[in-house]
């Protein structure tokens, strides 16, 4: 059906793939696909920010959210699933769907929480994606 599945996960939240996991790998083992898993390290968005910060930071945040997605995989992912971490950089949604597209994954599977006032049906970043991504989009209710 699909010839890959891009998974986002946010590392410091359980929410965002307890429950979108199981699906994404049973799909990817179904269907023998690769499954792209990604997490994003959110830029700082304006330079006035960055000068807070120790030079080269941003490159230090990089490479231990690449060694924890690592170890993420590691754990939630079965052997026999293939699995291509990646570690993205910017805002969440834009990353997400710059990675779906760049990779050619034909769905992203997604977690969300529960909705609050504000977020009228989805979590931002999950709503912005289902509205702008040109792949299809699978969001797994994180607590209902």
Wanted: net charge negative; hydrophobic share 45%.
């Amino acid at each position: 059906m699909f010839k890959s599945i891009l998974l986002p996960v946010d590392l410091n939240a359980e929410a965002s793939w307890a429950k979108a996991a199981p699906i994404a790998v049973k799909m990817a083992r179904d269907d023998g696909i690769p499954l792209h898993v990604a997490t994003v390290v959110p830029d700082f968005g304006a330079s006035m920010v960055s000068v807070y910060f120790e030079e080269g930071f941003e490159e230090k945040a990089l490479h231990h959210a690449g060694e924890e997605l690592n170890a993420w995989v590691e754990k939630h992912i079965p052997d026999g699933v293939e699995v291509h971490p990646h570690v993205l950089h910017g805002r969440v949604y834009d990353e997400i769907m710059r990675a779906a597209d760049s990779l050619e994954v034909d769905a992203i599977v997604m977690g969300s929480h529960r909705p609050e006032l504000k977020d009228y049906l989805l979590g931002p970043n999950a709503a912005r994606v289902v509205r702008h991504a040109n792949q299809s989009v699978f969001v797994v209710r994180g607590n209902a």
